[in-house]
């Protein structure tokens, strides 16, 4: 056979079954990376009496949430996690939930739930967050998905919301829960 016949019946095979092939042994797979979970709190340094009057007035009218902590700033916890370039990964998802909750777990059907702000800063300083909001009753946060671009190096978490910590969290609280997962090389 001639070695142009034997090129063309190569080529047609090719887009079958392929002439050469490579064996590739990576494998891929799923994986959390890093996660973490806390309870937002109040600084430490503002009135404590202003703070459970506040807390009172809100429990009362809920609606009027804005209005009752108005004043009141809250402790920013910050958290890190790293993406290892030897992972090759694909992606990287982050997941946030928000619980919030009042006395005796009475949750009203709507209105303001609480306050959220977050910050997710890549090692480039790129920002990927959403920034301050305020969660309400019936939209509550529940495996919020965040898709991050794959940045290899130590990412920055930062993350404050309303919620009392100690005996005032029988009255009212919030909670978060984080967690990162990536798609990366085994």
């Known amino acids: 056979m001639n070695k142009s016949y034997l ?23 799923f994986f959390e990376v890093w996660s973490g979970e806390g309870q937002f709190a109040p600084e430490s340094n ?3 009496g202003e703070l459970i009057e506040a807390i009172g007035n809100m429990s009362e009218n809920p609606v009027q949430f804005q209005q009752a902590l108005h004043n009141t700033s809250w402790v920013k ?4 996690f790293v993406i290892e370039s030897s992972w090759e990964a694909k992606d990287v998802s982050l997941f946030l939930s ?9 949750k009203p059907s709507e209105g303001p739930a609480g306050s ?3 910050s997710i800063r890549d090692p ?14 019936n939209n509550e946060i529940s495996e919020r998905i965040y898709m991050l671009p794959v940045i290899a190096g130590n990412w920055t978490i930062v993350i404050s919301g309303s919620g009392l ?13 984080i967690r990162v997962e990536t798609e990366g090389l085994i």
């Open 7 to 29: 090129f063309v019946i190569c080529l047609i095979f090719t887009s079958f079954t392929g002439c050469i092939t490579e064996q590739d042994s990576s494998t891929y797979e």
């Open 46 to 48: 503002q009135d404590q």
């Open 77 to 80: 916890y910050e958290h890190n």
């Open 98 to 106: 928000i619980d919030y909750d009042t006395a005796q777990g009475n």
């Open 116 to 118: 959220l702000n977050l």
């Open 124 to 137: 480039e300083g790129g920002e990927h967050g959403e920034g301050y909001e305020l969660v309400t009753w």
């Open 165 to 177: 910590d100690g005996v005032g969290s029988t009255m009212y609280s919030g909670e978060y829960e």
